[in-house]
């Protein structure tokens, strides 16, 4: 490997690059994190006294004119199209939180840069990297499964709605609710099952509960909210989607369900066998489950479920290895493990369920 070390840049100086990503890159040999810029100066000089950074910017241009070497986006989701784009003009390779953009037409955009000036643009999905969606790929990627045929999936939240109230509750500044925030991660993990496979029809329904959202605050999400914007995004979505070949894909989710705890859940059902995975996306203490767990159907027989580590598939493990990987591909100047592309996919799923609300 290539012993240079790279210096990262972090845009946005909020919950994310606090708790997750500047934690996780202290992790990880062969970086620093260089810089940090927030509108916020005051937000930006308190994430880099708290991590010792040495370089605090509030110019954007100024940020990316430095000898940063690549860029970690993790600022409101209606900015990540145009950091993105100015971050690849300055030539910084860019590692973008979800959701990549909003809009098919702007990814697409990001993707063309930066094959022209040979920069990784990696979208940040993390939960790729856990543990037990790594396995499960595996398994499903050896056609241990047989051919899929249908998948089920659900990111649920009793009282999970990120700061009722800030951006993340706006449709202007995030885009969208619970699909566009939980969504991106479900349905991304889904697409990796499903690869080249085409939708075809759909039926989807949203909620918006604007009755209890304020009492729902995600009490795990650890950050003041100064803002007092209009809430107006969904807070619930369960679409159903028939692909090519007939598989279908059935996703739910919720910030607000009327439920114990909040989990996460894959059924992936193939010609051969069935997987269930029962856990739990993202920071939140509040879990329906003790263990994390997977259980493979064979039809014939189901076998013992398989208990897994929760030190060792927890989100910011996920994170560890995330950023390892991204910096290894800037260090060695090689294709990242999750592609332009695959955010691509993403994004276009999601546009297009929207036009159903």
């Known amino acids: 490997m290539n012993s240079k070390i790279i210096k990262l840049g972090i845009l946005g100086a909020g919950w994310i690059s606090n708790k ?93 840069i930066s094959a022209k000036r040979k920069k990784i643009f990696m979208p940040a999905f993390v939960n790729r990297f856990r543990t037990d969606i790594q396995h499960v790929k595996s398994i499903v990627k050896n056609g241990e499964i047989g051919k899929i045929k249908e998948i ?91 692909y090519t070949n007939d598989i279908k894909m059935q996703v739910e989710l919720s910030w607000m369900s009327p439920i114990n705890n909040d989990y996460t859940y894959f059924h992936v059902k193939g010609t051969k066998a069935s997987i269930y995975i029962n856990t739990l996306f993202g920071f939140s203490t509040n879990r329906m489950y003790e263990k994390d767990e997977f259980l493979i159907d064979n039809y014939n027989k189901k076998n013992n479920p398989v208990m897994l580590d929760l030190e060792n598939n927890d989100s910011f493990t996920a994170f560890v290895r995330m950023l390892t990987s991204f910096v290894s591909s800037v260090s060695n100047s090689c294709q990242s493990e999750i592609l332009p592309e695959d955010g691509i996919k993403s994004v276009k799923l999601i546009e297009e369920l929207y036009k159903y609300n």
């Not at 880099?48 to 950074?53: D, E």
């Not at 089920?152 to 009722?164: D, L, Q, S, Y």
């Not at 706006?170 to 969208?176: I, M, R, V, W």
């Open 20 to 112: 997750a990503h500047i934690p996780a890159l202290k992790k990880i040999k062969n970086v620093t994190v260089d810089a940090i810029c927030d509108t916020n100066s005051l937000k930006a000089e308190e994430t880099a006294l708290q991590h010792s950074i040495p370089n605090v910017y509030i110019d954007i241009n100024a940020f990316l004119n430095s000898d940063i070497d690549a860029v970690i986006i993790a600022t409101p989701n209606n900015t990540h199209y145009q950091l993105s784009k100015l971050s690849l003009e300055h030539d910084k390779h860019v590692l973008c939180e979800k959701p990549i953009t909003i809009h098919t037409s702007e990814i697409e955009y990001l993707n063309q």
């Open 152 to 242: 089920k999936a659900g990111w649920m939240r009793k009282n999970g709605v990120p700061r009722p109230g800030s951006w993340f509750t706006n449709k202007d500044y995030a885009g969208g609710g619970v699909l566009i925030d939980l969504g991106s991660h479900i349905i991304d993990i889904c697409l990796m099952f499903l690869e080249n496979e085409q939708p075809l029809k759909y039926s989807v329904d949203f909620s918006n509960d604007k009755s209890g959202i304020k009492n729902s605050n995600a009490k795990w999400f650890e950050e003041k909210n100064t803002e007092s914007l209009p809430i107006n995004i969904e807070t619930s979505m369960n679409a159903k989607i028939i």
